[in-house]
């Protein structure tokens, strides 16, 4: 992320400029592609020199966990849909998800947020379909419908 600045510049004819200085990121900061140089969304996102995590035009069946303030983005185009769960965690993480779109059969939502995180959506489409799995992350403790209530899937007899 960069910062913006307001400066003031006084010239010597007496005329004012004003412009915006803008602070350079940090060395360290990199774009990174999906796929190129990391094979995975989750691979690029606990990279900390990705700032910014590219997605090709593409369906990516995973999930992620989203710990750290980062930028994922489709192409401008559109067509880069994550099939999976988006987990965001962390109250010091913001993240901005751009031109792409979200997609499983998790109710409520595919993108959950937790623990003060932030999200910043642009042009982002969150969809649910009952065709599509909802999709256990690293986070789920129970997957057969304990959070739910529903115990339908459980069984009566203990190994």
């Given at each position: 992320m960069s910062a913006r600045r307001r400066s003031v510049v006084r010239c010597a004819s007496g005329l004012l400029a004003v412009g915006a200085i803008?602070?350079?990121?940090?060395?360290h900061a990199q774009t990174c592609t999906i796929p190129g140089s990391h094979a995975t969304i989750q691979e690029a996102a606990d990279d900390p020199a990705c700032a910014e995590?590219?997605?090709?035009?593409?369906?990516?069946?995973?999930?992620?966990?989203?710990?750290?303030?980062v930028t994922v983005a489709g192409p401008a185009a559109g067509g880069a849909v994550i099939q999976g769960l988006v987990l965001i965690a962390g109250s010091e993480t913001v993240i901005t998800l751009?031109?792409?779109e979200a997609a499983n059969g998790c109710t409520p939502d595919s993108v959950?947020?937790?623990?003060?995180?932030?999200?910043?959506?642009?042009?982002?489409?969150?969809?649910?379909?009952?065709?599509?799995?909802?999709?256990?992350t690293a986070d789920t403790i129970f997957?057969?419908?304990?959070?739910?209530?529903?115990?339908?899937?459980?069984?009566a007899t203990s190994p």
């Amino acid at each position: 992320m960069s910062a913006r600045r307001r400066s003031v510049v006084r010239c010597a004819s007496g005329l004012l400029a004003v412009g915006a200085i803008m602070a350079a990121p940090p060395l360290h900061a990199q774009t990174c592609t999906i796929p190129g140089s990391h094979a995975t969304i989750q691979e690029a996102a606990d990279d900390p020199a990705c700032a910014e995590v590219v997605l090709a035009s593409q369906t990516y069946p995973e999930s992620i966990v989203l710990r750290r303030t980062v930028t994922v983005a489709g192409p401008a185009a559109g067509g880069a849909v994550i099939q999976g769960l988006v987990l965001i965690a962390g109250s010091e993480t913001v993240i901005t998800l751009r031109d792409l779109e979200a997609a499983n059969g998790c109710t409520p939502d595919s993108v959950r947020i937790t623990g003060g995180a932030e999200l910043l959506g642009e042009t982002l489409t969150v969809t649910r379909s009952e065709v599509l799995p909802c999709p256990a992350t690293a986070d789920t403790i129970f997957t057969d419908g304990f959070e739910s209530g529903n115990t339908s899937a459980w069984s009566a007899t203990s190994p």
